[in-house]
C-alpha cells in the first residue's frame, strides 16, 4: 500500500497567520491527492482535489500544490472556524490511504 | 440535496457479528462507487472498503478482507457492511462516503454522519 505521511502532526497558529501542512506519499501518485478537514464530532469534508482543485464552497483562501510525492495545504489566512484536523489522501490506488492527521489548533 | 445516513452500530462481543446500513439520497446512487471509512477513537481514517455502481469491482482493506463484506442494493439506495469476527481493534466509527469524480480525479464526499461500533466484552 502507498504510505501517505504528514507534517507536522500538530500545528499551533493564530488568526490571520498563513499555514502550511505537508504531505509526502511513499511513491508517486501524480496528482491524485486530496485534503480533508475534519471538526471534532463530525464527519471529515474536503476541500482540495486532484492536489490543486479547490471543492466548490470552500474559501478561496485554501489552496493545494505539489505533484509526484510532495504536496502542500495552504491556508493564506487563518480564520476561526479553520481550526481542525486536516488528512491527506492517495487516490492513485484504490487502495485508498490517508495521512494520520495535522492537527491545527489556535495559538 | 445529496445524503448518507449510517445505521446499525452499537456494542457487540469480540467474535461477533454486525451489519451496517447507509441510506442514500438525492443522487442517482446507482451511479456512484461507494465506500466505507473508519476511525478509532481519537485516531486517523481508515478506508475499509469499496463497492462500484454495479457491484462488479469490490475491494477491501487487508485489515478487514476475508472477515467483513461490503455490498449494495440500488433499488433501495442503500449500502452494506457485514461485519464478522469482530475485534477490538475494529472499534471505530463507521462513515459511509460517496466517491466523486472528475476526470481521473477521485475523492470522498460526501460523507454521511457515522455510525459507532464498540467491540468489547
Known amino acids: 500500500d502507498i504510505q501517505m505521511t504528514q507534517s507536522p502532526s500538530s500545528l499551533s497558529a493564530s488568526v490571520g497567520d498563513r499555514v502550511t501542512i505537508t504531505c509526502r506519499a511513499s511513491?508517486?501518485?501524480?496528482?491524485?491527492l486530496n485534503w480533508y478537514q475534519q471538526k471534532p464530532g463530525k464527519a471529515p469534508k474536503v476541500v482540495i482535489y486532484g492536489a490543486t482543485s479547490l471543492q466548490s464552497g470552500v474559501p478561496s483562501r485554501f489552496s493545494g500544490s505539489g505533484s509526484g510525492t510532495d504536496f502542500t495545504l495552504t491556508i493564506s489566512s487563518l480564520q476561526p472556524e479553520d481550526f481542525a484536523t486536516y488528512y491527506c489522501?492517495?487516490?492513485?490506488?484504490?487502495?485508498?490511504?490517508f495521512g494520520q492527521g495535522t492537527n491545527l489548533e489556535i495559538k | 440535496e445529496v445524503q448518507l445516513v449510517e445505521s446499525g452500530g452499537g456494542l457487540v462481543q469480540p467474535g461477533g457479528s454486525l451489519r451496517l446500513s447507509c441510506a442514500a439520497s438525492?443522487?442517482?446512487?446507482?451511479?456512484?462507487?461507494m465506500n466505507w471509512v473508519r476511525q478509532a477513537p481519537g485516531k486517523g481514517l481508515e478506508w475499509v472498503s469499496s463497492?462500484?455502481?454495479?457491484?462488479?469491482?469490490?475491494k477491501y482493506a487487508d485489515s478487514v478482507k476475508g472477515r467483513f463484506t461490503i455490498s449494495r442494493d440500488n433499488a433501495k439506495n442503500s449500502l452494506y457492511l457485514q461485519m464478522n469476527s469482530l475485534r477490538a481493534e475494529d472499534t471505530a466509527v463507521y462513515y459511509c462516503a460517496r466517491l466523486g469524480s472528475s476526470g481521473y480525479d477521485n475523492w470522498f464526499d460526501p460523507w454521511g454522519q457515522g455510525t459507532l461500533v464498540t467491540v468489547s466484552s
Open positions: 511513491q508517486t501518485i501524480n496528482t491524485y
Open positions: 489522501q492517495q487516490s492513485y490506488s484504490t487502495s485508498y490511504t
Open positions: 463497492i462500484s455502481g454495479g457491484s462488479r469491482t469490490i
Open positions: 438525492g443522487f442517482t446512487f446507482s451511479s456512484y462507487n
